[in-house]
């Protein structure tokens, strides 16, 4: 394959399969071959926005040969199968997150993803937002000392359709996994979860036994501390910072705004643009970035993504802080 552009099939033509699809289009070293989806129309759309084909038979990566890796953006309950029959297939894939609403089911396949002789890598790509990344790597040089804190806000600009919230596995299992990710990607493995939820302001999401607001305290194997503060909404846009605080000082990383122009006028001492409002827009490097690693990956035999266990031990503390949440108890691992 050296050499050769790496052909690729997306499957799954919402929101994140755009994404996806246009990552593969601008990168180098990737061609996009077929957009699948259940739904003709999204799947044909798709695709006609790029010249390549489409289907809605899932079959058709699998037995063609299209295709040397794929993408899996289709509905969480569809990932652990997706995964397998790659493997079986010979091919590559990078699956977004959480490999799985049940860790029980999830846990069916790892030994197989262990012995894999393809690369299996999991989406969690804000490892990659050139912000997150450029702290950890001056945590990981020395900067600070010894790292002693940790504080990750994410708060999303406005809560998901009841309709997804229903499927979606909950606030842990959807929205903060990923910042359970960052945690330990901080910190190393996690043995404590303390989790304080509540229903802040949505009737709809309190209608499907979830939360909309909660706070989350983590503590490392050796000690270190993390909150992780979440919520659906933000009436200011897309809320996503982060705080690495240690012995020797503190690096923060502030949210984003489409440019830093300040006004100040009259009526106004200060005055900056709105900030970014969607997940699409603000990690658009970091999708980017995930894909160039895949690929790397790929041609070089190195694991440079997130790995099917990081994808296991994320959500087993989304279940911890689920059963937290609803306890009241803290939850040791």
Aim: proline share 3%; aromatic share 8%.
């Amino acid at each position: 394959m050296a050499g050769k552009d790496l052909r690729i099939g997306v499957i799954g033509a919402g929101r994140i399969g755009i994404v996806h699809s246009g990552s593969v289009n601008d990168t180098a070293g990737a061609t996009l071959e077929i957009i699948v989806d259940a739904i003709e129309e999204s799947a044909a759309k798709l695709a006609a926005q790029y010249g390549v084909k489409h289907t809605t038979n899932v079959d058709d990566i699998f037995t063609k040969g299209d295709v040397d890796a794929i993408i899996v953006g289709s509905p969480t309950p569809t990932h652990v199968d997706l995964i397998s029959r790659a493997i079986d297939a010979g091919i590559h894939v990078l699956c977004e997150k959480p490999v799985d609403l049940d860790i029980n089911r999830a846990n069916t396949i790892k030994d197989k993803v262990a012995n894999a002789k393809t690369n299996v890598s999991i989406g969690f790509n804000r490892r990659y937002d050139p912000n997150f990344a450029a702290v950890h790597a001056r945590v990981k040089a020395g900067e600070l000392g010894n790292l002693e804190q940790l504080i990750l806000t994410s708060r999303d600009p406005a809560p998901p359709p009841q309709a997804y919230v229903a499927v979606s596995g909950g606030i842990f299992r959807d929205q903060v996994i990923h910042d359970f990710d960052i945690a330990r990607y901080f910190v190393g493995d996690i043995v404590e979860v303390s989790t304080f939820a509540t229903n802040a302001f949505s009737s709809e999401i309190k209608a499907e036994g979830d939360f909309d607001t909660a706070i989350t305290n983590l503590r490392s194997a050796d000690g270190k501390l993390v909150s992780i503060i979440s919520s659906r909404h933000s009436s200011f846009g897309y809320d996503q910072r982060l705080e690495a605080f240690g012995e020797k000082g503190m690096l923060q990383v502030t949210n984003l705004s489409p440019t830093s122009v300040r006004s100040f006028k009259a009526d106004h001492s200060e005055q900056l643009d709105p900030y970014m409002n969607f997940f699409l827009e603000r990690y658009a490097a970091s999708y980017r970035q995930e894909l160039a690693l895949f690929i790397e990956s790929i041609h070089t035999g190195k694991q440079l993504n997130p790995t099917y266990e990081d994808g296991c031990k994320a959500l087993i503390l989304a279940d911890a802080a689920t059963e937290s949440a609803k306890t009241g108890k803290v939850v040791k691992l």
